[in-house]
């Protein structure tokens, strides 16, 4: 995993919230419903990332082969990069960019990507998603709290549930962040 900025450069407006699950079941298709329903509201930003295979539920992921990733990453041309399963992936500097601006910007990582992000920007909070969001926990270390007093998404298999308590998450989040929900 590599983080191209120390956290100590960077303007701390923006919030980089990072949807977590251990399982990676479900974080892209939350994340592509955020994208459509918060697609005109510029506070937030649901960057793309380059990846070693296509996704299949979401299109705005551009599967790249690995050669051409590694070119991508060895000429810096990601803010951070990481591997999940069999794949690598990365976050282009225009998440930087987003952040810089004051945007909130959402991710979906894996558990173990956490402290790469963290490296990358000081001002994060971090989702867990998923049904057994204690199988986050790192050989017995707690994860990284959220804000906003515990915040996760559960769910029992309703994924429409977990979209609709994953919105309410990020207009929670908005609303502490600007002052005003959805617009």
């Known amino acids: 995993m590599q983080a191209s900025a120390a956290s100590g450069d960077r303007d701390e407006r923006g919030l980089l919230v990072l949807l977590a699950s251990a399982q990676a079941r479900g974080d892209d298709l939350l994340i592509a419903a955020a994208r459509r329903r ?13 990846q070693t295979r296509d996704s299949e539920l979401d299109s705005a992921h551009i599967g790249v082969p690995r050669r ?14 990481w591997q999940n399963a069999d794949a690598r992936h990365g ?27 963290k490296a990358l920007w000081p001002n994060v909070e971090v989702v867990p998603f998923g049904s057994e969001i204690d199988a986050m926990r790192p050989s017995g270390r707690t994860t990284h709290p959220p804000a906003l007093g515990q915040v996760s998404v559960r769910h029992a298999g309703d994924i429409a549930e977990a979209v609709r308590r994953f919105h309410r ?15």
């Open 91 to 117: 976050l282009t500097n225009g998440a930087l960019e987003a952040l810089e601006a004051g945007r909130i910007v959402v991710v979906a990582v894996p558990p173990g990507a956490i402290d790469t992000f």
């Open 169 to 183: 998450v990020l207009d929670q989040i908005a609303l502490r962040q600007f002052g005003q929900t959805h617009v």
């Open 38 to 50: 918060y697609a005109g509201d510029t506070r937030l930003e649901f960057p793309a990332r380059l």
């Open 68 to 81: 051409v990733f590694r070119d991508i990453e060895r000429n810096q041309g990601f803010a951070v990069s």
